[in-house]
Every structure is written in C-alpha cells, then in structure tokens.
C-alpha cells in the first residue's frame, strides 16, 4: 500500500508516459502519494520501475490504475479521495492529430473533460493540466506570449485550445482550481523514440546511435524552444501551490530560448562524436516555423525559471538513450 507521507494524494493521469512518469517521481521524491492512471495505450509500465534510482516501487509507494480517461466510471474511481491531479494522459503529435482528428478530439478533448468533471464532483483542490505551445498557431509574434494566440494549425491545437477554455470555464463556474502549462518541445529520457510519432530529439539520437542519417522535415530552419522534462517537473510542483489567483489560465513552460532543427542537430552530433549527413524530406502539415516562449508570466504567477540549458538536457538524455536503445 502507498505510504502516508505529506498526506497530500495526486494522481497523475498518463503518468505511465515520458512526461508523467517524471512527474510520478518529482512527487514521491516530495512526500507526495501518487495513483496514475494510464491505459498504456503509448506509456508503458516499464517507465514506472526504477524511478528514483529504483527507491520507489509500483504498488508498495504509489498505486497504478490501468484505464482510459474517456471513461466516466474509470475516472470517478481514480479520483476518489485525490487532493489534486496532474492531467497528462492525451494523445501527442500534431501528425497523428492530422492522420486520425477523431481520436484526438475523443481522448485529448472529451476525455479532460471527463477528467474536469470528475474532479469537481470529487471535491478534488486543483487540477494541472498539459496544455501545449502548439496553441499559439499562425500566430507569427515570438517570443510566444499569453493573450497573442493564433488560429490552431491542426486538430491537436485545436484540442489543447479548447482544454484551455474548459479549464477557464471550470474555475470560473464550479470553482474548481485548474492550471495550463503550455509545455514547449519536452525532451529527457523516457522520451519514446520508437512510435511513427515520435519527437525530433529521440528521432535524431536513435539515427545517430545506430549510424542513420536523422530526417529533417523541411529545410531545418524551424526552431523550437526545448523545454527539460526536470523543468516541466518543476512547473507543475509550483502549480500544485501557486495561489488561487493564478489559476484558471494557463502559462507557458518553456526556456525562453529558440534552437533550430540544424543547431540542434550539430549539438548532438558533438556530444556524440558522429558526424551523419542528414536527409531532407518535405516539411509536414500542421507543423509551426518557429517557437520560443516568453515565461515572465509563469515567473510572475507561479515563480517558474527554466533551470536545465541545451547542452546538460542533451547529455543526460543522451546517457539514458545509449543504456537503453
Ligand atoms: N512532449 C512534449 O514535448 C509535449 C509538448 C506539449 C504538450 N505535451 C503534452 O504533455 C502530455 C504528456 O506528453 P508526453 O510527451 O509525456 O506523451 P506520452 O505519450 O509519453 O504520455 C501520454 C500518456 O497518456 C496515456 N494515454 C493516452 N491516451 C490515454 C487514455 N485515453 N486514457 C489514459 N491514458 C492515456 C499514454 O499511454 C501515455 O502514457 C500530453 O498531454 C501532451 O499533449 C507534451
């Protein structure tokens, strides 16, 4: 059985995935006890062993729920008796989202939904929820600000969008305590390399490490602002306390600094010694130019500053994917 520790319990909707299961450790590593929710439909169990350098074991020091947010009676189980979640279970790319909008709006709309609802009726204090850069759309002012967002540029946006409003509506007409974090281009280890959706950082590095040349889509002009997963864990810790008047809005969770896809790649290139010519294939749909977030309303409202930079993210990544491609 899970320990009583702070007494606070926090269930972490796809906690069995790359960004929720740092989020399951950050909050055993602070006292917290924690159930996931998971249907493992892209998280898998294996990235719950070992956390904390093996401290925490499925079961004895958190409970594991497997099951689908689109369900009401699943979600009602999992939130009973929770004090706050952490909402990460969604569907991820932007090109799954052109190839499938159906499923997309199902699971990353209609099941926060779900999972909103549930809190409320529980009597849950707050819900953090993963919002996404990808909100700013065809927005082309950077650094990306709150208040300056464009038009959605794919079914994945728009469902991140509409959380957000939700989010707002929940805190404005039932009370319950909701944040957005619009995560910017997460990297870190657990990062699913292999899905056909997986991100531009676990792409390059399985390539390089197995002597591939890494696919660029477009011409690699495009920049990102890529966010550490121990700055995302950060982020949410601090919207588990920030104060009531930061809540019902949402915030961008990111570096504040731009890399594009040619500077990341020659990055990683050093760090590994490598020296692979890359393929170009035709840029993808829905896919933005260029992000960067401007965080000085998350330093403001929540007191989030980015702490991990490229090159220490990189190489700490980089030492997880060669012990365990
Ligand atoms: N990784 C990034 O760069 C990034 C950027 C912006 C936003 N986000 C958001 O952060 C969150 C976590 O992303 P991630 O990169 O860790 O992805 P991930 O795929 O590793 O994690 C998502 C988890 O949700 C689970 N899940 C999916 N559908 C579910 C369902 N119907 N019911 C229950 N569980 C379900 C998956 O099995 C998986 O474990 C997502 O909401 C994503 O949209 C991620």
Redo the contacts with the bound molecule.
Sequence with gaps: MTAKRNGRMVLV??G?????SHLVEGLLEKGNMVRV???????KEENLHGLGNGRWLMGRDFEFIR????DAETVDKAVKGVDAILH?????SVPRSVADPLTTQQ??AD?TLQVFWAAKNNGVSRVVF?????VYGDSELLPKREGEEGAPLSPYALT?RVNEDFGRLFSNLYGLKTIGLR?????GPR??PTSAYA?VIPRFLTALLSGDAPVIYGNGEQSRDFTYAKDVVEANLLALEAPASACGAAYNIGRGDQANLLMLLGTLQKLLGTDIKPKFDPPRAGDVMHSSADTSLAARMLGFKAKSDLMSGLGESIQWYKENL
């Design positions: 909707t796809g069995a995935g790359f960004i929720g929710l998971d249907d493992l439909s892209n998280g099951g689908d947010i689109r990460q279970a969604a569907l991820g699971v990353n099941g993963a919002s996404s850069s990808s991140k995560y910017f281009n997460v990297y990062q699913d991100a």
